[in-house]
Every structure is written in structure tokens, then in C-alpha cells.
């Protein structure tokens, strides 16, 4: 398995961004990928969720309403659209992938140690 993330960078408060990340390795119709995030001297957090295996998304409070988490039509690449960045949004934001699953229930998002495979991370810097 392995999953590539990217589409990171420098945007302004306000400023709209999309996270791509590449999942190849996994059955298409059955695996749940989630977005994690980790900003300097804090705990990593829960983002956001997707899941094939049943059609469902899932997202942490901080970034509800602004952030939505899709697929592509080949449903191997998850991506995640971020509007309205404010600062508190800088992060390192890593995919991260489980077979099967659902994101139905909140800990999808929040549990890190639920998801064994991890891509690399990608930089998001919300700064004026």
C-alpha cells in the first residue's frame, strides 16, 4: 500500500487550498482514508474521513463547513478542499489509509492508531 500526498503551500487567511493524496495498493470499493494534520509543538489531529466501503464522510469540528474531503471517479485519489484557511490551519497534513471500515463513527476521524498505512506529509502555512 502506499498513499502519496500533495498540493501543500503558502496561502493567505481566506485563501482556498486542495490536498491530493494518491492511494494505490488497496481495493478501490473498500478502504476509508482520513486526513490528519500536525501543527509545530501540538498532538496530531483528526481531520477529516472518506470511505468507499460505504459512502460515508466524516469530519472533526474545527473544520466542518469549511473543509470537504471527495474522490475521484476512479475513487483512488482522496482529495481535500480547504476553504476559508485561517491561520490556525498551518500543519503538516498527512493521508493516512485502512481496508475496509466505515466513517460512520467519530473516533474514524479522530483515532490515528486505527489507520496502519501513511503517506507522507505535505506543508499547509496559513500566514498574512
Known amino acids: 500500500v502506499q498513499l502519496q500526498a500533495s498540493g501543500g503551500g503558502l496561502v493567505q487567511p481566506g485563501d482556498s487550498l486542495r490536498l491530493s493524496c494518491r492511494v494505490s495498493?488497496?481495493?478501490?470499493?473498500?478502504?476509508?482514508v482520513a486526513w490528519f494534520r500536525q501543527a509545530p509543538g501540538k498532538q496530531r489531529e483528526g481531520v477529516a474521513c472518506?470511505?468507499?466501503?460505504?459512502?460515508?464522510?466524516n469530519y472533526a469540528e474545527s473544520v466542518r463547513h469549511r473543509f470537504t474531503i471527495s474522490r475521484d471517479n476512479t475513487k483512488t485519489v482522496v482529495y481535500l478542499q480547504m476553504d476559508n484557511l485561517i491561520p490556525e490551519d498551518t500543519a503538516v497534513y498527512y493521508c493516512?489509509?485502512?481496508?475496509?471500515?466505515?466513517?460512520?463513527?467519530?473516533?474514524?476521524?479522530?483515532?490515528?492508531?486505527?489507520?496502519?498505512?501513511w503517506g507522507q506529509g505535505t506543508l499547509v502555512t496559513v500566514s498574512s
Open positions: 493516512a489509509a485502512l481496508g475496509g471500515w466505515t466513517c460512520h463513527f467519530d473516533d474514524s476521524v479522530s483515532k490515528a492508531g486505527r489507520y496502519p498505512h
Open positions: 495498493g488497496m481495493t478501490t470499493d473498500g478502504n476509508t
Open positions: 472518506s470511505s468507499s466501503t460505504d459512502d460515508t464522510t
